[in-house]
């Protein structure tokens, strides 16, 4: 692999930098605690595991401002039974973890920047990014390459997970979405050809791990399309105007990079029998497009898909040609509806609706209303005025200022919000990751 002038040279100690300090400190822990201290009440039927997955480098990186979305793939797993908890946390040993394990060192260079590396990887992903149950397996995700399977009670990593060789695309997403009714679970992959070609691949996958149908698109640029959304009868892909250039990357330079001029695209395409020229991109202004609500089709088949959206570039650390971007504390994202009519030729969309006017992100929803008309949704919410004490928890923020102070509920028909302010020194992160009630599957069965 080629060599740039990055160097390669390992470190004693992660750098002095927001990403590694304060509350995103790196852990590089593996182990098990039984019983948990609890505060209030576990009610007793909840019986099953979460599990969460964090980035978190087991070395310190030689890349001086890495970022945090590079760290190791560190899984966590809480089993609740009879009103109690026990923990226990391990790392997804991928080719990455395993080989600088055996080196001792960091060898993996600059986020998706193969050409930065100390050695070269066959399959360079972290593993970090979420985890899904899937036929018996949980699946970690980051949207660079196919899956790890690990065994769902031990954690152990059984290895790549190409299901039994269907996997055409060289990239998985990570945020697969699942329909409830058919227990069906959508995915695509971006560069999936590799890094810097405009291939997008889409497919559906049957609850036994057979493959439905694969389609492969072409976008319009090579952006990051981090979420998508899906309705009974088409599958949207938000484009981040986060854009690649190969070359920039040979010369040691970042994969992404913002791009003030390009549009913020939607490809929408058929659910199913679809072909490669089916596909629509249509366009709004520039904007980064988060992570996704739910979508759905209204009474007239118009689609209705709920995002979260800023007028800012939200990933600040990859600024645009030349070097603005934003303030973090100025990055404003807020829950809009885009209404789009999958069968229009006018490709210009209108302005969307703003369902929760605040600072917010990482929403949720009762999945058993994912691609449904639903009335619920949960999300990290951003409210200055509740009275968070800045100054005194800026020194644990690794990076001084707070996401989101606040967990919110949006009544979706009456557009009323709920707020829980857990406390003036507390800020909240991506906790959000499931919605637990009755009958319902957002546990794990421990069976």
């Not at 509350?23 to 599990?51: H, Q, S, W």
């Not at 190791?72 to 226990?88: V, Y």
């Not at 691949?201 to 057979?210: F, T």
């Not at 979420?227 to 010369?251: G, H, S, Y």
Request: with cysteine; aromatic share 14%.
């Amino acid at each position: 692999m080629a060599t740039t002038q990055t160097s390669q040279k390992p470190r004693q100690h992660f750098p002095d930098r927001p990403q590694f300090s304060g509350f995103m400190k790196p852990c590089r822990v593996e182990g098990k605690i039984l019983n948990l201290e609890v505060y209030g009440e576990i009610p007793a039927d909840i019986d099953g595991t979460f599990y969460r997955v964090m980035p978190d480098p087991q070395f310190s990186p030689f890349i001086e401002d890495d970022p945090w979305f590079n760290g190791d793939g560190n899984i966590s797993a809480f089993r609740i039974k009879d009103g109690q908890i026990s923990f226990q946390q391990r790392y997804v040993r991928t080719e990455k973890f395993t080989r600088e394990r055996d080196a001792q060192r960091a060898l993996l260079g600059k986020y998706r920047n193969k050409f930065t590396d100390a050695v070269e990887f066959k399959v360079r992903t972290t593993a970090n990014t979420n985890v899904v149950y899937f036929n018996g397996n949980l699946l970690a995700l980051k949207e660079d390459s196919p899956p790890y399977a690990l065994d769902p009670h031990t954690l152990e990593t059984r290895g790549m997970y190409t299901f039994d060789g269907q996997l055409p695309s060289l990239t998985f997403t990570a945020h697969p979405k699942f329909d409830p009714k058919t227990g069906e679970m959508i995915c695509f992959g971006y560069e999936a050809k590799g890094d810097g070609t405009p291939d997008v691949c889409y497919y559906r996958i049957a609850p036994d791990g057979k493959f439905l149908e694969v389609v492969w698109l072409c976008a319009p640029v090579v952006a990051m399309i981090h979420d998508f959304a899906v309705t009974d009868n088409w599958v949207l892909f938000p484009m981040i105007p986060q854009l690649c250039d190969i070359e920039r990357m040979k010369q040691g330079g970042e994969h992404w990079e913002w791009n003030p001029d390009a549009p913020f695209y939607i490809g929408v395409i058929p659910r199913k029998g679809a072909k490669s020229t089916d596909v629509k991109w249509f366009r709004y202004q520039n904007s980064f497009p988060g992570h996704t609500a739910n979508a759905y089709e209204d009474e007239s088949g118009k689609i209705i898909l709920d995002l979260g959206l800023s007028d800012k570039n939200v990933f600040f650390w990859w600024p645009d040609a030349r070097g603005n971007a934003p303030e973090p504390s100025s990055i404003h994202s807020q829950l809009t509806r885009f209404t789009i009519d999958p069968l229009s030729s006018d490709l210009d969309l209108s302005n969307p609706s703003v369902l929760q006017s605040n600072n917010s992100e990482f929403y949720r929803i009762d999945d058993r209303f994912a691609t449904q008309v639903y009335k619920h949704c949960f999300f990290n919410l951003m409210d200055p005025a509740l009275g968070t004490d800045f100054a005194a928890i800026a020194p644990q923020l690794g990076g001084g200022y707070p996401l989101y102070n606040s967990l919110a509920h949006l009544d979706i028909d009456s557009r009323e919000t709920e707020i829980y302010f857990p406390d003036s020194l507390v800020s909240v992160s991506d906790n959000l990751e499931d919605y637990v009630s009755e009958g319902s599957d957002s546990l794990v069965p421990d069976d």
